[in-house]
């Protein structure tokens, strides 16, 4: 079957701004006993549904690299006569989801070998009824995008002259698996009551400004339900309040089953957590709220074009009756085909894997993601993390393998990869760009473990990125010292961890006097250049694997001797360029070192104790807490023991305060100005040190009895 001879991009004249909603209108004819596929692709997003299933989920792609679905509409269609209504929403906007581009939907449809339908000018497109456009509608977050407002009583628009944009046709077959749509998550309607608005900007500050007054309730009210749960707000009210708790963090799209006597505005808000006695539906200029208006009667909505990350969802409708039959999500959870289990003595160790795994499993989308609630973005040294934890828990290896595709496809001229894919961005962090030749190195060497052979195709094909990575940061390093400085233009945030003094700044660039040689960038490059030469060694090209291992030794050997204070017996994470003054002493920074094999014997076992110790240096923070561990396991018949009981204790902290997912930072919500998420895939980190260690060694040596991993599908 040959794509695209017939069908051409579309849109409709003139409506290519920014948070549009277009419909486009088809019809096939199924002959009886035929298969009936479908090629689609959109910018941004696209959703229909036949025969009562719902299509959606365009993969994250970009303009010069567009991916279409290939669907299979053959139990969907009848015999006869189809006709189709696509829904494509287009962001137009950059954010560290989606970059800015030209609005586009193309497909085509097949009928056994018959071309049946195709996108071209003669393609009826229209506004999408009920939906508000343009920048009037709130963003959640600069990460994730738009928020919605949709009228359910509004009226449908006539049709607009169909436009045929110039675009790249889409070259590839998405290459993941589509996403598993599953039934409304049950919930409980934990508190009603009513509310009164105290004003606000925006749906979220609405909501979260508003005085409410609770109801007492008693019995336990459980959603969906059938004949729904009938919710009365006093005379002198605003209207109803109703809060629904799903039980743990989940993931999915937003459905609502709602009955109203009038039309009334609903607002509805989610979040990770109560802390506010409510949900926390503004944050700064975030926005975690979308506005529904109802039309009179029974109202079905199904909101497929946004992905919440939540426990609690809250409606305020400006209504005094509202029968509630369901409010929550339906879930949206990639597919696995294997999965592995961890079981111990100790059920808090067995309980913090599956914990992991969950907190893993809800970042798993079209990409890995840093967190389903407030970005829903891939970055480098997130997705690190991830991948390690996903090869071990999953035996995964294509959804690895096409993130890892898409974060090389971000290259910039400046030879650093965006802050996100396949975002476009005013900044990069330039030490996630330094990141990258471990990630693949690594999936180099659980691909192989998992699949029996060397993906040598894919490697080859991300060798002049990582090429480019290594040259690019070995032509930074300083000639007199061999170290490579923080990068002090206004565009490149040293960022190194979520932790004092390793933060960097997000400003207009760094003063002369101000410069500094960073240590964490220079140990992120050394084991970067180390994977790098190790993935050209496998390749078979050990001349080239020479040149960048020795470039490897030589950052080594130029670290240890600038960086070390004898003194304090520790690495410094920062010289100052004027001065020659060496400052701050991280635990981070003296586990990348260590993890580099920047240290020799003496200090590396200096070291080892300093972080053993948890004396005089500053703590590593969960995520980067990986790197601590692998340093510590370098000697693990010392060191296993005090890791497991740090992950016991940190993880197992988390537990004890309620979670059901790990958390960005140890600070939970409070973190961030209040905006630290609850779920945050950089977390999983123990899933590696159980696969990897606990399992395969003695409980003696482990404080972990009893440990071993099980296949359970």
């Known amino acids: 079957m040959e794509l695209w001879k017939s069908a051409r991009w579309i849109w409709a004249e003139g409506y290519g701004r920014e948070n549009v909603y277009l419909d486009a209108e088809t019809a096939f004819r199924k002959e009886p006993g035929e298969k009936v596929l479908m090629a689609i692709s959109a910018d941004t997003d696209y959703a229909f549904t036949l025969g009562g299933k719902l299509f959606f989920g365009q993969y994250a792609d970009y303009p010069f690299d567009k991916v279409y679905d290939l669907l299979d509409l053959t139990d969907c269609a009848e015999d006869g006569e189809n006709r189709l209504v696509i829904r494509v929403y287009h962001q137009g906007a950059d954010s560290f989801t989606a970059r800015k581009e030209t609005a586009g939907l193309i497909f085509e449809i097949f009928s056994g070998e018959r071309l049946a339908a195709f996108s071209g000018a003669d393609t009826a497109v229209r506004p999408s009824a009920g939906y508000t456009v343009g920048r009037e509608v709130e963003w959640v977050s600069s990460q994730l995008g738009y ?64 005085s409410l007054r609770f109801d007492k309730r008693d019995e336990k009210r459980i959603l969906p339900a059938k004949d729904g749960i009938l919710l009365t707000a006093p005379e002198g009210e605003d209207g109803v309040f109703a809060l629904i708790d799903v039980g743990r963090e989940s993931t999915g799209i937003l459905s609502l089953d709602l009955e109203t006597e009038e039309e009334a505005e609903i607002l509805v808000g989610w979040g990770e957590h109560l802390e506010d006695l409510r949900v926390r539906t503004s944050i700064g200029y975030r926005n975690f709220a979308a506005s529904y208006r109802a039309k009179a009667g029974r109202n079905r909505f199904l909101h497929p074009f946004l992905r919440l990350g939540m426990r609690y969802l809250a409606l305020h409708a400006r209504t005094k009756k509202l029968l509630v039959r369901y409010a929550g999500i339906r879930t949206t959870l990639y597919p696995l085909a294997h999965e592995w289990a961890f079981s111990a003595a100790d059920a808090l160790h067995e309980r913090i894997f599956e914990v992991s795994k969950r907190t893993l499993r ?66 990069t962090i330039p030490s996630f760009t330094a990141v990258f030749p471990t990630q693949v190195y690594e999936y180099m060497v659980y691909s192989e473990r998992i699949t029996g052979s060397l993906d040598e195709g894919f490697l080859r094909e991300m060798l002049p990125v990582l090429l480019r990575i290594a040259d690019g940061f070995l032509r930074r390093r300083d000639p007199e010292t061999g170290l490579i400085a923080c990068l002090r233009e206004a565009k490149y945030w040293n960022f190194y961890e979520w932790q004092e003094g390793l933060t960097g700044s997000v400003s207009d660039g760094i003063a002369e006097e101000d410069a500094t040689f960073d240590a964490p960038l220079c140990a992120f490059v050394s084991f970067g250049l180390r994977s790098l030469a190790g993935i050209l060694s496998r390749l078979g090209e050990e001349e080239l694997a020479g040149k960048y291992r020795e470039a490897s030794f030589s950052l080594n050997r130029d670290i240890e001797r600038a960086f070390w204070d004898e003194k304090k017996k520790a690495f410094a994470s920062f010289i100052r360029i004027g001065t020659g003054e060496r400052f701050h002493f991280a635990e981070l920074t003296n586990s990348l070192i260590l993890y580099a094999g920047a240290a020799g014997e003496e200090k590396a076992g200096a070291v080892r104790e300093r972080l053993a110790s948890g004396t005089g240096l500053i703590p590593i923070t969960l995520s980067h807490s990986v790197f601590k561990y692998d340093a510590l396991m370098m000697k693990k018949e010392k060191y296993a023991r005090l890791v497991f009981r740090d992950i016991a204790e940190k993880w197992g902290g988390m537990l004890e305060k309620g979670a059901t997912s790990f958390w960005e930072t140890g600070d939970g919500a409070e973190a961030f100005g209040l905006a630290g998420s609850l779920c945050h895939g950089w977390t999983a980190i123990p899933i590696r040190f159980y696969a990897e260690y606990a399992a395969g060694m003695k409980g003696e040596e482990t404080g972990v009895y009893e440990a071993r991993m099980e296949k359970i599908r």
Request: proline share 9%; with cysteine; aromatic share 8%.
């Open 147 to 210: 928020s919605f407002r949709f009228d359910a009583a509004a009226p449908e628009s006539g049709p607009l002259p169909t436009a045929c944009p110039e675009k790249p046709l889409p070259k590839r077959a998405r290459p993941v698996e589509k996403l598993i749509l599953g039934p409304e998550e049950p919930g409980s309607l934990t508190v009603s009551g009513s509310f009164r608005e105290n004003g606000g900007r925006t749906t979220g500050e609405r909501m979260q400004f508003a």
């Open 362 to 427: 809800l970042c798993m989308h079209e990409h890995y993601e840093d967190c389903p609630w407030r970005e829903q973005a891939l970055y480098t040294m997130d997705s690190r993390n991830q991948m390690l934890c996903g090869y071990l828990a999953f035996g995964e290896t294509a959804f690895p393998r096409e993130s890892l595709r898409l974060i090389a496809e971000s290259i910039r001229e400046d030879d650093m990869l965006e802050i996100c894919s396949p975002a476009r961005g005013s900044i």
